[in-house]
C-alpha cells in the first residue's frame, strides 16, 4: 500500500488523487536528514506509519486526543 493510499484508508476519503505541477520555488525533496536529532538527543522516530496516521486524523478531526510526546515502539 503506498502512503497516498494508506491516507485515504485512514481517513475513509474517496477523493481522487491529482498530481499537478510544483510551483517554481518548492522544494523538490521533503526528506529532512534527522540523523543530528539521533546522535545529539539519542531521539529516533518510533511510530509506524499507519499509526501515525491514525493519530494525525483523529487529532486534525477534533475526536482523538493529542499525540503523546514519548511515543511507544508500535512494530511496522
Known sequence: M???QAVLDVT???SDIVFLPL???DPTQRRPDISLA????????E???RKGLELTAAWFAGTGERPPVAATTVPA
Open 2 to 4: 503506498t502512503r497516498r
Open 12 to 14: 475513509g476519503s474517496h
Open 23 to 25: 510551483p517554481t520555488d
Open 38 to 45: 539521533g546522535e545529539v538527543l539519542g531521539w529516533h522516530a
Open 47 to 49: 511510530v509506524a506509519l
